[in-house]
């Protein structure tokens, strides 16, 4: 080796210590930092014409690609449960208890025993007060539970907005990213801290959204959905988020909104095509997924129940059911029905018998008052097994016998006899046979000779709970709304004067005994909505259990999301320690690192002191 050669290759020893040093020194000085890897340097021979003559210092990562794909993977779903735990946690503070203690089946519990005293004491106006007292604060609690719901889908919805513009600095930032990186590294420059900041805002964007990527042979990287929506391809994709806004007159978002694209997360690509990710299904897994689960399915589901339990406790006070009586021509026979005191809303049963297969049906007819809400879908009833007809009763009865006859078919046959009369009657058992007619009617007036009460409205004493569907189903929404009855506030001797001739005696039980017995046997139907089925169908229970059942479906569930958010992190926690332990910064050895680095550096030094004290022997001689 020549003295030129010895001493390029120790200045190029020299350079290549200095630049390690500085990779030694930025590994100390970021050990800790998020998403930073440990850096090393190595070497790499320049080729001369009479061989080696030099060394280039070449900056390298300590990275595991395998492990890092597999920490990728499991971001989302970590940040999915997490999201779905911190909300479930809520509600079930909400349904579970209030500020006082009370959740609605206490708060209904201590309503059910105020009305037991008062079929002990009708006459007792202390136990009159007390009851009212009850209803109010039950009435109350079924207000802020509502309340509480909708201001976890707000805060979700807000959320989403939230999130929506942070993926969009996140696909901005990786395009940036891999233009700088692909650019960089085809002039020959390092890229290593580069890349920490692309797999840093990768990481980021996998705890919104399910991701996958894939690296090109120049360095850049695509990033998708695991759906196939393209995230970073040669730009970054951009989403659009359109707001639900305020919450409408009953405290929640109409059903339409979704036909207006409002509530949408949508990407838009030159004007021409609109991908729509929530109804397409391009959210499968990370926050974003999970928030609007929240805001469309399990938070809709607690507002429903909460609904079905104010809608449930409205009509067993004041509805009441008039069942037909028989009626026959020829062999026909069926029923005659009363339909005076109907409301819009209220419902009239039938039930038959196909006679060739035995099987026993149900329809349901619902009172409308305007046609423009027709038709209404079998869903306007939470009995999974009934057909569902609106009829329009603003053109009298004989319209509405007309409506059902069509409804019908010509194995029956419906007339109306006389006055407010409906008669349905079977085929004489060719095909059908009417096995019962009835209807629940909503008491309006106060003391018209039924037991029944309209204790709890919607707020004003006229504003009756109905069931109706002419502005949307009333019942959306009802538990924010519900109230005592002010007439009744105004004068509690109502809750046992039934009637008026004969005059109701101070100390009858009649009408506080039938409330009662209508709070704890009425077994209601509750909806799929309500999401408590495991089949997807309704289900039949009372009050008082539907409301254990409700606090009891969200202590497990939030519960399970705790668990299952636990069990994740484990597997997230694992992945991260592993990904620390190859890319990772160990200060001891990198302050080692540096004790070698003086040594080679003095190593150096040396060759190069000699060199020149030979190079200065030759110029001598």
Same mark, same amino acid.
């Given at each position: 080796?020549?003295?030129?050669?010895?001493?390029?290759?120790?200045?190029?020893?020299?350079?290549?210590?200095?630049?390690?040093?500085?990779?030694?020194?930025?590994?100390?000085?970021?050990?800790?930092?998020?998403?930073?890897?440990?850096?090393?340097?190595?070497?790499?021979?320049?080729?001369?014409?009479?061989?080696?003559?030099?060394?280039?210092?070449?900056?390298?990562?300590?990275?595991?690609?395998?492990?890092?794909?597999?920490?990728?993977?499991?971001?989302?779903?970590?940040?999915?449960?997490?999201?779905?735990?911190?909300?479930?946690?809520?509600?079930?503070?909400?349904?579970?208890?209030?500020?006082?203690?009370?959740?609605?089946?206490?708060?209904?519990?201590?309503?059910?025993?105020?009305?037991?005293?008062?079929?002990?004491?009708?006459?007792?106006?202390?136990?009159?007060?007390?009851?009212?007292?009850?209803?109010?604060?039950?009435?109350?609690?079924?207000?802020?539970?509502?309340?509480?719901?909708?201001?976890?889908?707000?805060?979700?919805?807000?959320?989403?907005?939230?999130?929506?513009?942070?993926?969009?600095?996140?696909?901005?930032?990786?395009?940036?990213?891999?233009?700088?990186?692909?650019?960089?590294?085809?002039?020959?420059?390092?890229?290593?801290?580069?890349?920490?900041?692309?797999?840093?805002?990768?990481?980021?964007?996998?705890?919104?959204?399910?991701?996958?990527?894939?690296?090109?042979?120049?360095?850049?990287?695509?990033?998708?959905?695991?759906?196939?929506?393209?995230?970073?391809?040669?730009?970054?994709?951009?989403?659009?988020?359109?707001?639900?806004?305020?919450?409408?007159?009953?405290?929640?978002?109409?059903?339409?909104?979704? /036909? &207006?694209? #409002?509530?949408? !997360? *949508? =990407?838009? @690509?030159? +004007?021409?095509?609109?991908?729509?990710?929530?109804?397409?299904?391009?959210?499968?897994?990370?926050?974003?997924?999970?928030?609007?689960?929240?805001?469309?399915?399990?938070?809709?589901?607690?507002?429903?129940?909460?609904?079905?339990?104010?809608?449930?406790?409205?009509?067993?006070?004041?509805?009441?059911?008039?069942?037909?009586?028989?009626?026959?021509?020829?062999?026909?026979?069926?029923?005659?029905?009363?339909?005076?005191?109907?409301?819009?809303?209220?419902?009239?049963?039938?039930?038959?018998?196909?006679?060739?297969?035995?099987? /026993? &049906?149900? #329809?349901?007819? !619902? *009172? =409308?008052? @305007?046609? +423009?809400?027709?038709?209404?879908?079998?869903?306007?009833?939470?009995?999974?097994?009934?057909?569902?007809?609106?009829?329009?009763?603003?053109?009298?009865?004989?319209?509405?016998?007309?409506?059902?006859?069509?409804?019908?078919?010509?194995?029956?046959?419906?007339?109306?006899?006389?006055?407010?009369?409906?008669?349905?009657?079977?085929?004489?058992?060719?095909?059908?046979?009417?096995?019962?007619?009835?209807?629940?009617?909503?008491?309006?007036?106060?003391?018209?000779?039924?037991?029944?009460?309209?204790?709890?409205?919607?707020?004003?004493?006229?504003?009756?709970?109905?069931?109706?569907?002419?502005?949307?189903?009333?019942?959306?929404?009802?538990?924010?709304?519900?109230?005592?009855?002010?007439?009744?506030?105004?004068?509690?001797?109502?809750?046992?004067?039934?009637?008026?001739?004969?005059?109701?005696?101070?100390?009858?039980?009649?009408?506080?005994?039938?409330?009662?017995?209508?709070?704890?046997?009425?077994?209601?139907?509750?909806?799929?909505?309500?999401?408590?089925?495991?089949?997807?169908?309704?289900?039949?229970?009372?009050?008082?259990?539907?409301?254990?059942?409700?606090?009891?479906?969200?202590?497990?569930?939030?519960?399970?999301?705790?668990?299952?958010?636990?069990?994740?992190?484990?597997?997230?926690?694992?992945?991260?320690?592993?990904?620390?332990?190859?890319?990772?910064?160990?200060?001891?050895?990198?302050?080692?690192?540096?004790?070698?680095?003086?040594?080679?550096?003095?190593?150096?030094?040396?060759?190069?002191?000699?060199?020149?004290?030979?190079?200065?022997?030759?110029?001598?001689?």
């Amino acid at each position: 080796m020549t003295i030129g050669s010895a001493l390029s290759i120790a200045v190029a020893g020299m350079q290549l210590n200095q630049t390690e040093t500085g990779v030694v020194a930025q590994n100390i000085a970021r050990a800790g930092q998020a998403g930073y890897t440990a850096k090393r340097v190595g070497a790499v021979d320049f080729q001369g014409l009479q061989g080696a003559f030099g060394l280039k210092a070449v900056v390298h990562r300590e990275f595991d690609k395998q492990i890092w794909s597999q920490v990728l993977q499991s971001t989302s779903p970590t940040s999915y449960l997490e999201t779905q735990q911190t909300y479930l946690s809520q509600l079930d503070q909400f349904m579970g208890q209030t500020d006082n203690g009370a959740s609605v089946p206490s708060a209904l519990a201590t309503f059910d025993q105020s009305l037991h005293a008062l079929v002990t004491s009708p006459e007792d106006v202390s136990s009159r007060m007390s009851l009212l007292e009850k209803a109010q604060v039950l009435a109350s609690r079924l207000n802020q539970a509502s309340d509480d719901v909708q201001s976890l889908r707000t805060s979700a919805e807000s959320e989403i907005a939230d999130q929506v513009a942070k993926v969009n600095a996140l696909t901005a930032q990786i395009s940036d990213l891999n233009s700088r990186i692909v650019g960089q590294a085809n002039a020959g420059q390092d890229v290593s801290n580069l890349l920490d900041a692309r797999d840093e805002a990768v990481k980021n964007l996998s705890s919104y959204m399910d991701i996958g990527t894939r690296e090109n042979a120049d360095g850049h990287l695509a990033v998708f959905t695991t759906s196939g929506l393209s995230l970073v391809s040669d730009h970054g994709t951009q989403f659009e988020f359109d707001s639900h806004g305020t919450l409408n007159a009953n405290r929640v978002w109409s059903d339409d909104d979704a /036909d &207006r694209g #409002v509530g949408t !997360i *949508r =990407v838009v @690509d030159d +004007g021409s095509q609109v991908v729509d990710l929530i109804s397409s299904g391009a959210l499968r897994s990370g926050s974003l997924a999970a928030l609007v689960e929240l805001r469309d399915v399990t938070l809709v589901q607690a507002q429903a129940q909460l609904d079905d339990i104010a809608a449930g406790l409205a009509e067993a006070m004041s509805n009441h059911t008039v069942e037909g009586t028989a009626a026959s021509s020829g062999a026909a026979e069926g029923f005659d029905l009363d339909l005076t005191g109907l409301q819009s809303g209220n419902r009239v049963t039938l039930t038959h018998r196909d006679v060739a297969s035995g099987e /026993d &049906r149900t #329809v349901t007819f !619902i *009172r =409308v008052d @305007d046609a +423009g809400v027709l038709p209404l879908s079998d869903s306007a009833t939470p009995d999974p097994n009934d057909t569902v007809h609106g009829i329009d009763f603003s053109g009298g009865t004989a319209s509405v016998a007309a409506q059902i006859q069509a409804a019908l078919g010509a194995s029956f046959d419906v007339s109306n006899p006389s006055g407010d009369t409906l008669r349905i009657l079977g085929d004489g058992g060719v095909s059908t046979d009417v096995t019962g007619l009835s209807a629940s009617v909503t008491s309006t007036a106060l003391q018209d000779g039924e037991t029944g009460l309209p204790l709890f409205t919607q707020g004003a004493a006229d504003d009756f709970y109905t069931g109706s569907f002419e502005v949307g189903s009333q019942k959306i929404g009802f538990s924010s709304r519900i109230a005592v009855n002010p007439a009744v506030i105004a004068d509690p001797s109502i809750l046992v004067t039934w009637q008026t001739s004969p005059a109701t005696e101070a100390g009858d039980p009649t009408r506080p005994q039938a409330l009662l017995d209508r709070l704890e046997t009425l077994v209601f139907d509750f909806g799929s909505e309500t999401g408590m089925s495991a089949e997807g169908h309704g289900f039949s229970a009372t009050l008082a259990d539907f409301a254990d059942r409700v606090v009891s479906f969200w202590g497990a569930a939030s519960s399970s999301a705790a668990s299952a958010y636990d069990s994740q992190s484990i597997i997230q926690s694992n992945l991260e320690q592993r990904m620390e332990a190859v890319s990772g910064v160990n200060v001891d050895q990198e302050l080692a690192r540096l004790i070698q680095l003086q040594s080679a550096y003095a190593a150096n030094a040396r060759v190069m002191t000699t060199a020149k004290e030979m190079l200065d022997a030759l110029m001598r001689s």
